[in-house]
């Protein structure tokens, strides 16, 4: 399996994800960490409104689990594929977390656009590169796949308006 075979199975993994969180009464946001083979370590989706916290997001729930279940050496070794590209919080949880490479499928550009000034998701215009690129070490960042934009974004067609 080609490298961009292997981010479309995990990426359509997290759309699956995105889904589960949404039928649950959460934001339809889904995310999973995923060893250097490609096997899935853990799945999270949205839990902000049904726990009530503002932290709820995806990519930070998962990243508090994975800080307790794998060493900062592992979580290195590891991808974080999400739906859309990481908000800043999110970003600084990964970052904080030791992740190597995130991947995500829609920009922040894009969810902006389909969220528009839903206050469930006042998106900050700030991409994940650029929080990113102020730490000091380095975060590989693949995404977005327009190849699969329509899959995405398919989850979230009526949930914002």
């Known amino acids: 399996m080609s490298e961009t075979e292997r981010h479309h199975r995990l990426l359509r993994r997290c759309i699956e994800i995105s889904r589960a969180a949404r039928d649950a009464g959460n934001t339809p ?14 799945e999270q989706g949205n839990v902000e409104l049904t726990e009530s916290i503002c932290t709820g997001h995806a990519e930070t729930r998962l990243m508090e689990e994975a800080s307790k279940r794998f060493s900062r050496e592992k979580l290195r070794t590891c991808a974080l594929y999400t739906t859309a590209e990481p908000c800043a919080m999110c970003a600084g949880a990964i970052y904080w977390g030791n992740v190597g490479k995130v991947v995500y499928g829609i920009s922040e550009k894009r969810l902006a656009e389909l969220t528009g000034d839903h206050p469930r998701n006042p998106t900050l215009d700030l991409p994940c590169r650029e929080v990113f ?29």
């Open 133 to 161: 690129a102020r730490g000091r070490r380095p975060i590989r960042v693949i995404g977005p796949f327009p190849e699969l934009e329509r899959e995405t974004v398919a989850v979230h067609e009526g949930y914002w308006s």
């Open 29 to 42: 946001f889904g995310c999973l960490l995923a060893d250097e083979d490609g096997t899935i370590l853990w």
